[in-house]
């Protein structure tokens, strides 16, 4: 089967050796911005080509600001707006994914939200963060924090469990289905 790959590329973000830390193991100072670019020109490339997706799955913390995007700069948009979120959490988030400067990269889309406060949001804040704009968590690993896991029970979310990974494409493929029958 032929498939098309869309990349989105900056040569100023992306054309590092380490996808988000340097070879000493440190975050990148700009990876907030490097995120938000990330996620607008999915957006973007999706609205462009006049995609309409019933699911937007975001995976890992990388991606986790999508669904606070979706629902306040692209809540309007007819191929975006009608999309349920899944949003898949890895033990590999760090303690601090975003530093301060996530408040200012966000403000220059006004968007607020009383999590950001101006200092850096902590990995449990920011899957808090996370869970009030989503449709469904999959916990893609059994390392998951007490905490993060009490702030999504709270939420009434549908969550699909770490699981087998042999078991995990039916499960997932029942739980999206699951999903979109809650319109």
């Given at each position: ?51 309409v997706p019933d699911i937007i799955h975001c995976q890992g913390w990388f991606s986790g ?119």
């Open positions: 089967q032929r498939m098309q790959v869309y990349f989105i590329d900056n040569d100023d973000f992306f054309s590092r050796k380490g996808t988000v830390t340097d070879k000493e193991g440190a975050l990148y100072a700009d990876n907030c911005e490097r995120s938000v670019f990330f996620i607008r020109g999915v957006f973007e490339t999706v609205k462009k080509l006049r995609w600001l999508a669904p606070l995007y979706l629902s306040t700069l692209y809540k309007d948009d007819p191929a975006l707006s009608g999309a349920k979120v899944v949003f898949s959490i890895y033990d590999m988030t760090p303690q601090t994914p975003f530093g301060e400067e996530l408040t200012q990269v966000l403000e220059y889309d006004d968007i607020r939200h009383e999590l950001l406060d101006g200092t850096s949001l902590r990995r449990d804040d920011l899957y808090k963060l996370i869970f009030s704009y989503v449709d469904g968590l999959l916990f893609a690993t059994s390392d998951v924090s007490d905490e993060t896991r009490e702030a999504a029970s709270k939420l009434s979310l549908p969550v699909m469990d770490y699981d087998n990974m042999e078991e995990s494409i039916e499960a997932v493929d029942a739980f999206y289905d699951r999903l979109l029958s809650k319109k």
